[in-house]
């Protein structure tokens, strides 16, 4: 049985720690082969960080891995030396000697594949391999050191599992494994036994720091088994269950299609409610009162507000409609009025028109930022309007008119490289009920390094989505939620929408010179920037069989008197925007709401500074 483990840089943070990690890794040596991937010791990366920028406030992105990569180095070293003293055969490796070859991006390559020979032969010689996590190699030509960017020890891991088709990878770390939320925020988060690559995937890219959604995605294309677990006991902590193993080449390792499916649903019906006051309590109140009638909403939308007033808009199944219609109607005098008569009441609006939902999947998409403007080009160029959008880390999801549902699923899957076989209407895609219930909600997180960037009055038409995200992409923007609004204004004659979307901080001043810069060419209105913004989200994979998850997490947030400026949805995630400040208090609402919390408190090792 081969075992691959990681160990971040608070596990190998000093010599005593070092050598207690190279006790548990000896134990396992002596019932399997073992490959173990290292970071750099404790702020290690930090500190050379600092010495960089204290050199040039620009450092030279090759020096710069250059100089960061030195820091596994000396962790794989004295690493190897105390597994040797221990008696048991070691060597310790770089990332270029192991064979990890990368696309030539200086500070963020992606892995092309893995030469496992060389650790074979020593594997076969009974040694433990340690290898330097986070970094790679280029070409035989160039023969660059590269570094793999943010959690490219963990993406170094399951990339090694793969490639060598291992039993299994555990990830080591200072946590007894993956929590219901930041222990740091919420002493009392709960140890999760289980949870899915989807879930996974989810949370880590929503800010759960303990796996990066990279070596997730690795996992999950792969099949590789996953455990996360504590560095300081032998508790078994949360296995990260993927799919079948399935063949798969190992060429291109880490540039998979970013998209493995086209889904599409054509049972929605879209009820909206405009204009209604943008203060607490009131997504609590409407969700609530359609909770009670045991109606299952599938996208909830509300887009930025303008002045005191804003839009919810959410799909139910076709059968649903008319009772959610009721519903509504019956919930709008709870609602309150508007106190600037000029912006007008709230009304709810209904349309009978058929709509259809149609979606991309896929874990590929994670920091790539042209799949979602690849989406809306295609839709554009086959003359197809996209009436809402809605987004996850893992999908983007279209509200369409149903006519065009099949031209759209098969335009997505032509220009994907997807099987017309691959796609699916949701109700047949949809697994079969688990023989244990799914938890509605499995973890929450928060995410305080976004920023909410809107353009007014877009003009609706086919490619304007298109025309916005293709030239974020074009300048390397990811972007996160992105939310394109049900209601339509008359500007100078043209019925336009507003959109807004989430992305880093650090990215917003560019985003927003750039759309500048574009606004007579989209013929948009103004482009309003809000970094003081914080994204809470709660994730499982069994809310979509239990009404009524929406409501409690309005609910929640209302009691705290937090208001909510944005929310986006999938089938099993829902996330809302609340004001910076009140971010860690709307965590902390959202975990009690769902009773998440354990009955001891998890306390983190604070990391040691090495000298």
Not at 5 to 34: D, W
Not at 300 to 325: C, L, M, P, R
Request: with cysteine.
């Amino acid at each position: 049985m081969l075992i691959v483990q990681k160990y971040g840089g608070t596990s190998v943070g000093s010599v005593e720690r070092i050598q207690a990690v190279a006790q548990r890794i000896v134990k396992t040596a002596r019932e399997h082969s073992v490959v173990v991937v290292v970071s750099a010791m404790g702020k290690t990366t930090d500190q050379l960080v600092k010495l960089a920028t204290a050199i040039s406030a620009t450092p030279n992105r090759r020096e710069m891995d250059m100089l960061l990569s030195t820091g596994e180095q000396v962790s794989i070293a004295l690493m190897s030396m105390a597994i040797q003293e221990m008696g048991q055969p070691a060597i310790s490796m770089t990332g270029a000697q192991v064979g990890i070859v990368t696309e030539a991006e200086h500070t963020r390559a992606r892995i092309l594949h893995i030469q496992t020979d060389r650790i074979e032969r020593h594997l076969k010689k009974g040694k433990v391999v340690v290898v330097a996590g986070f970094q790679g190699i280029t070409g035989r030509e160039e023969l660059e050191i590269t570094t793999l960017g943010r959690g490219g020890s963990d993406t170094s891991a399951v990339a090694l599992a793969a490639a060598l088709q291992a039993d299994q990878c555990e990830i080591y770390t200072d946590v007894p494994g993956i929590l219901t939320t930041d222990p740091r925020l919420v002493p009392e988060a709960q140890l999760m036994t289980e949870i899915t690559c989807d879930e996974m995937l989810e949370l880590a890219s929503l800010g759960a720091k303990v796996l990066h959604p990279r070596a997730v995605e690795i996992a999950r294309n792969y099949g590789m088994p996953l455990v996360v677990r504590s560095s300081w006991s032998d508790e078994p902590g949360t296995r990260v269950t993927s799919p079948t193993r399935q063949p798969r080449p190992l060429e291109g390792l880490e540039l998979t299609h970013p998209v493995d499916a086209v889904e599409f649903d054509t049972n929605q019906a879209a009820v909206s409610l405009l204009r209604v006051p943008d203060r607490p309590g009131i997504a609590a109140k409407l969700f609530g009162g359609i909770a009670l009638q045991q109606l299952n909403v599938d996208l909830i939308i509300q887009s930025i507000h303008e002045g005191n007033i804003n839009d919810i808009t959410f799909t139910v199944g076709k059968d649903s409609y008319n009772k959610a219609i009721a519903v509504a109607d019956a919930l709008l005098p709870t609602l309150g009025e508007n106190e600037d008569p000029n912006l007008g009441q709230p009304e709810v609006k209904g349309d009978e028109t058929p709509i259809a939902k149609v979606s991309i999947v896929g874990a590929g998409m994670i920091g790539r930022p042209n799949v979602a403007s690849g989406m809306f080009t295609t839709l554009a160029e086959a003359g197809i309007n996209i009436q809402m959008i809605s987004t996850s880390e893992v999908k983007v999801s279209c509200v369409i008119s149903a006519v065009d549902c099949d031209r759209a699923v098969e335009a997505l899957c032509q220009h994907f490289e997807v099987n017309l076989g691959s796609s699916a209407s949701l109700a047949a895609s949809a697994s079969p009920a688990s023989t244990i219930p799914l938890p509605p909600v499995r973890g929450v997180a928060l995410d305080r390094n976004q920023a909410r960037l809107a353009i007014r009055h877009v003009p609706d038409r086919p490619g304007m989505a298109a025309k916005v995200f293709a030239l974020l992409a074009k300048h390397n923007i990811s972007v996160d939620m992105i939310i394109q609004s049900q209601r339509c204004h008359q500007v100078n004659g043209v019925l336009c929408r507003d959109i807004a979307f989430t992305l880093a901080q650090v990215d917003a001043d560019v985003a927003q010179k750039v759309l500048e810069e574009a606004t007579d060419e989209l013929g948009c209105g103004e482009i309003v920037v809000n970094k003081a913004i914080a994204k809470v989200s709660v994730v499982g994979a069994g809310m979509v069989d239990h009404p009524g998850v929406a409501a409690r997490m309005f609910e929640a947030l209302a009691l705290e008197k937090i208001n909510i400026s944005m929310i986006a949805t999938s089938e099993i995630k829902i996330s809302c925007v609340v004001d910076e400040e009140q971010g860690t208090q709307a965590l902390q609402a959202v975990h009690r709401a769902f009773g998440l919390s354990g009955d001891r408190p998890v306390i983190v090792p604070e990391p040691v500074a090495v000298h």
